[in-house]
């Protein structure tokens, strides 16, 4: 069986050229699921495996206390693999399709207050030297741009259009998309790449770590949750709450939800009706605008 998820991750790596990290969540839970089933019913054939396997395993994780978020995550894996395998001949069935999935919560994305962002930027909280510069355009990409934490990574100096003001980002599934840049953020980019050229002028990543290599994932968090935490008690202070953060302040402020669509790079609407949820001051706004104790 492992040697049919190789070759399952070298079609997603080569043809669907899914990035590296999603490469490696497809390969963690498949052999996860091959390890189960070596396990619990003493098989490596991909061929002879059931419904009723599938649907053990799933339990199995549930009764571990995995959240139905990840377990969902896992099943997907193992129903796009067989997919794969139902379209490249070995099988004729595909025994993941019809397995029961876990009813997941509906959790809203953590979403910074306007205040706490001024806090974030006061212009005394990073230092005058290639980190404090790099983390304060980091951040200010992160928040001003919407960035994921992968696209961000992989920015190149050539991504910058100064002098159109705008952004190339590199997505999901390499969809390429451009986002207007605001003259403020151009000043923070300038002034970075100024401090980082007497760094390393060679790397093409716009984003460099303290010995000028290119930013690595748990570095990027680090530094995000390091900052986040000086300004606000809540839970979740990752990248992503930039980006979510991000989001909502264009809808408080009036953006339309394609836009905001477009400027996320995400592949559906669906995706983006989430911050019809979590804009609060605008559903005050509207209330006390509306409703007629309001003004009482």
Do not use: W
């Amino acid at each position: 069986m492992k040697d049919l998820i190789a070759k399952f991750l070298d079609y997603l790596s080569y043809q669907k050229r899914y990035s590296n990290n999603t490469i490696i969540a497809y390969r963690n839970d498949l052999n996860s699921f091959a390890d189960y089933l070596e396990v619990f019913f003493e098989t490596n054939d991909a061929g002879v495996v059931s419904r009723r396997m599938i649907s053990s395993f799933i339990a199995d994780l549930a009764e571990s206390g995995i959240s139905s978020r990840s377990i969902n995550r896992k099943l997907s894996s193992i129903q796009s693999f067989y997919g794969f395998l139902l379209k490249e001949g070995p099988l004729e069935v595909n025994p993941a399709k019809s397995v029961q999935r876990p009813k997941t919560s509906s959790h809203l994305p953590s979403v910074m207050r306007s205040e706490q962002v001024e806090q974030l930027f006061e212009p005394n909280r990073f230092a005058a030297n290639f980190e404090g510069r790099r983390d304060l355009a980091l951040l200010s990409v992160f928040y001003a741009c919407g960035l994921r934490r992968d696209e961000l990574i992989n920015l190149k100096v050539l991504d910058i259009d100064f002098h159109q003001s705008q952004l190339k980002v590199l997505g999901k599934r390499n969809k390429e998309r451009i986002i207007p840049i605001a003259p403020e953020l151009i000043k923070i980019l300038r002034s970075y790449i100024d401090e980082r050229g007497q760094v390393n002028s060679s790397e093409p990543f716009l984003f460099l770590t303290g010995k000028a290599q290119k930013m690595y994932p748990s570095l990027v968090y680090e530094i995000v949750k390091n900052y986040l935490s000086k300004v606000t008690t809540m839970e979740k202070r990752s990248p992503h709450v930039l980006r979510h953060t991000f989001a909502t302040h264009l809808l408080n402020e009036g953006a339309n939800l394609q836009s905001i669509k477009d400027l996320l790079g995400h592949a559906s609407l669906a995706t983006t009706q989430i911050y019809t949820h979590t804009s609060l001051e605008k559903l005050k706004d509207v209330y006390n605008q509306a409703h007629p104790r309001s003004k009482k």
